[in-house]
T-cell receptor, first 109, second 117 residues
Framework: LAKTTQPISMDSYEGQEVNITCSHN???????ITWYQQFPSQGPRFIIQ?????VTNEVASLFIPADRKSSTLSLPRVSLSDTAVYYC??????????WGAGTKLIIKP | NAGVTQTPKFQVLKTGQSMTLQCAQD?????MSWYRQDPGMGLRLIHY???????DQGEVPNGYNVSRSTTEDFPLRLLSAAPSQTSVYFC????????????????FGPGTRLTVL
């Protein structure tokens, strides 16, 4: 059963770059790594997905080392509206996505 | 394009009652799933479907039934509600459901907040 380990919570300030690291030691060869964001009382929202090296989109970057046992979500120049819970997902033996408790990110003014 | 819709938004049940949570999507996605989320926890997969007529169990299926007669709809039935089923329920759909591969972005509904007394 593939699982992920993330920090329970993180604090940062507006305008800073925030990096959230996720450990997934047992990731399967074919698994992608996916990150979601969830605001209170809302369903999660897809942020970014990658397999190896680096992926960048308009909101975030995802860094994946060669051994793929971890990944880092990077949020550039965060604002108060980035306060949310961030989930790192990989698959289980049936290739279903496993959701951990996530990282609660609090952005301060 | 409404995306994923869920009804009702809120529901209170008494122990032993049954009900159906409705979920519909208009994106022609083959993969649909139901999750529950307890306070401070991540999502746990209840049931999922890879296409019309095909369903399978997730991590916590006991006490719940599903069916998938059309691509658009994926209702979740609580057979005999228990206080342990008090939770927020999310329905999601995606083009692909497997973690093995890309293009499996899940689109979530707004959730149903269920309380069982």
């Amino acid at each position: 059963l593939a699982k992920t380990t993330q920090p329970i919570s993180m604090d940062s300030y507006e305008g800073q770059e925030v990096n959230i690291t996720c450990s997934h030691n047992n990731i399967a060869t074919n698994d992608y790594i996916t990150w979601y964001q969830q605001f209170p009382s809302q369903g999660p929202r897809f942020i970014i997905q990658g397999y190896k090296t680096k992926v960048t989109n308009e909101v975030a970057s995802l860094f994946i080392p060669a051994d793929r046992k971890s990944s880092t979500l990077s949020l550039p120049r965060v604002s108060l509206s980035d306060t949310a819970v961030y989930y790192c997902l990989v698959g289980d033996s049936n290739y279903q996505l496993i959701w951990g408790a996530g990282t609660k990110l609090i952005i301060k003014p | 394009n409404a995306g994923v819709t869920q009804t009702p938004k809120f529901q209170v049940l008494k122990t032993g009652q049954s009900m159906t949570l409705q979920c519909a999507q208009d994106m022609n996605h083959e993969y649909m799933s139901w999750y529950r989320q307890d306070p401070g926890m991540g999502l746990r997969l209840i049931h999922y479907s890879v296409g019309a007529g095909i369903t399978d169990q997730g991590e916590v299926p006991n006490g719940y039934n599903v069916s998938r007669s059309t691509t658009e709809d994926f209702p979740l039935r609580l057979l005999s509600a228990a206080p342990s089923q008090t939770s927020v329920y999310f329905c999601a759909s995606s083009y692909r459901g497997s973690a093995s591969g890309d293009d499996n972005e899940q689109f979530f509904g707004p959730g149903t907040r269920l309380t069982v007394l």
